[in-house]
Nanobody
Framework: VQLQASGGGLVQAGASLRLSCVAS????????VGWFRQAPGKEREFVAAIRWSSNSPYYGDSAKGRFTISIDNAKNTVYLQMNNLKPGDTAVYYCAEGPAERLSIPESYANWGQGTQVTVSS
């Protein structure tokens, strides 16, 4: 499974971005796709996840109320819509795919994309 993340960029605080993660395949029909982010000097942080089969989103605290994760099954693509961005959202955003018994744990995912940089200026 190969993942291609895109959609990052440099924006001002309050702006929106939509990240995309295109998967070449699915590990299992009920595998999950998760978004994580990592800022310089910090640990990788869980943002949001969703399973291919259930379409039920799961969010980390930093994403609740501002970010929305969604699936386009026909395109094998998972989106992360990010609204009202803040400087604290600045990080490299990674998408990951795998069985993910524990959605918020990076080690639960077998496959990772290359990351896309999001920079939010104040």
């Amino acid at each position: 499974v190969q993942l291609q993340a895109s959609g990052g960029g440099l924006v001002q605080a309050g702006a929106s971005l939509r990240l995309s993660c295109v998967a070449s395949a699915r590990t299992f029909s009920d595998s999950a796709v998760g978004w994580f982010r990592q800022a310089p000097g910090k640990e990788r942080e869980f943002v949001a996840a969703i399973r291919w089969s259930s379409n039920s989103p799961y969010y980390g605290d930093s994403a609740k109320g501002r970010f929305t994760i969604s699936i386009d099954n026909a395109k094998n693509t998972v989106y992360l819509q990010m609204n009202n961005l803040k400087p604290g959202d600045t990080a490299v955003y990674y998408c990951a795919e795998g069985p993910a018994e524990r959605l918020s744990i990076p080690e639960s995912y077998a496959n990772w994309g290359q990351g896309t940089q999001v920079t939010v200026s104040s």
